[in-house]
């Protein structure tokens, strides 16, 4: 349930941001989740698409990237995309890894209208 | 259609009340821990034996972060330490700014060892810094060896794994060097402990781990 918290956070980034740009609609919101980050992809967009009701971003949509997992391996320096259980590198078997994505919770494009769509 | 690059962290917010947090715990010279596992895994009476084995030797305080009742605050209470209670009416996790507020009720400048008790959760609470020195993560045998790799975000982000309960490995087909062993897999650096609450085993060396911290500090 804590989508719901993330939903609320992701919709003031793009309050801040648009401000400039108050008499035109929002139409698109991308954000780039890790997979390591523990958030539901259906439970945010849900979330998302409750809180905006009533809201300047009605009628947006929240387009979500997944960015896989991946390592940097410390001793051969190779990078492999993992599952989530095992830190491990793919190519020497070393643990001794540096985690490089899989930890992104970022808003990143907000699209809105132009200006000759303004009506 | 026209695009707005923004490149802005969703939880920034909360990472800036987590350092203004940070900030007063080491103008204070206070050693934090942010204390997660899941419900029932004896998160509460690891702090209680902890404060029984170094109430003596250090000044302790203790917030406690539940969904519902102020019971664990009322356990803390009994033995003369002094605690806030954080009622999440819900929320699943503890965030920077509960935790901030609760500064505010309880005195931390003269405290040397400060627990951050989060809500019972091995998920949500694993990606919210609240400003803590470590993330500790309390796994009791009854919960079973395979829970490392089921939450791996919780065992990746924590820098130390208490396995608690070990007085019932005689009863339990819980192994524990598979659960080291996975937990490992997953955080080749985490710090290990095994505790009973119950007899006291292994107690002391996770309190000498504290006592070590603090004089780091």
């Given at each position: 349930m804590h989508e719901l918290g993330i939903a609320q956070n992701i919709i003031e980034i793009v309050q801040d941001q648009t401000k400039?740009?108050?008499?035109?609609?929002?139409?698109?919101?991308?954000?780039?989740?890790?997979?390591?980050?523990?958030?539901?992809?259906?439970?945010?967009?849900?979330?998302?698409?409750?809180?905006?009701?009533?809201?300047?971003?009605?009628?947006?949509?929240?387009?979500?990237?997944?960015v896989p997992a991946k390592i940097r391996c410390e001793s051969c320096g190779s990078e492999s995309v993992i599952d989530g259980l095992t830190f491990?590198?793919?190519?020497?078997?070393?643990?001794?890894?540096k985690l490089v994505n899989g930890m992104e919770l970022?808003?990143?494009?907000?699209?809105?209208e132009d200006l000759s769509e303004v009506t | 259609m026209s695009v707005i690059t923004v490149e802005r962290k969703v939880?920034?917010?909360?990472?800036?009340?987590?350092?203004?947090?940070?900030?007063?715990?080491?103008?204070?010279?206070?050693?934090?821990?942010?204390?997660?596992?899941?419900?029932?895994?004896?998160?509460?009476?690891?702090?209680?034996?902890?404060?029984e084995v170094c109430k003596n030797k250090l000044k302790i305080a203790v917030i406690e972060g539940d969904v519902q009742t102020d019971l664990d605050a009322q356990r803390i209470d009994k033995l003369g330490v002094p605690v806030a209670q954080i009622v999440t009416n819900g929320g699943c996790h503890l965030e920077a700014n509960l935790v901030k507020d609760a500064l505010n009720s309880l005195n931390t400048n003269d405290v040397d060892f400060l627990v951050i008790e989060n809500v019972g959760?091995?998920?949500?609470?694993?990606?919210y810094d609240l400003g803590e020195d470590f993330k500790v993560v309390v796994l009791s045998v009854t919960e079973g060896d395979d829970k490392p790799l089921k939450y791996p975000a919780m065992f990746r982000n924590a820098s130390v794994l208490v396995i608690n309960k070990i007085d019932l490995l005689p009863y339990l087909k819980c192994s524990i060097d598979e659960l080291k062993k996975n937990a490992l897999s997953i955080n080749p650096s985490?710090?290990?402990?095994?505790?009973?609450?119950?007899?006291?085993?292994?107690?002391?060396?996770?309190?000498?781990?504290?006592?070590?911290?603090?004089?780091?500090?």
């Open positions: 400039n740009y108050s008499n035109r609609k929002i139409k698109n919101v991308f954000v780039k989740v890790g997979k390591l980050t523990n958030v539901l992809n259906d439970s945010l967009v849900f979330g998302y698409d409750a809180l905006i009701m009533g809201t300047n971003l009605e009628g947006s949509k929240l387009s979500i990237e997944t491990c590198c793919d190519q020497c078997k070393s643990t001794s890894v970022t808003v990143f494009e907000i699209e809105i | 939880l920034a917010k909360n990472d800036v009340i987590a350092n203004e947090n940070r900030s007063a715990f080491k103008r204070n010279k206070n050693f934090v821990i942010n204390l997660l596992s899941s419900p029932g895994s004896g998160k509460t009476s690891l702090v209680e034996k902890t404060i959760n091995l998920v949500c609470p694993a990606g985490l710090k290990i402990f095994e505790t009973s609450c119950t007899t006291g085993k292994g107690v002391d060396s996770w309190c000498s781990w504290i006592q070590s911290n603090l004089q780091s500090k």
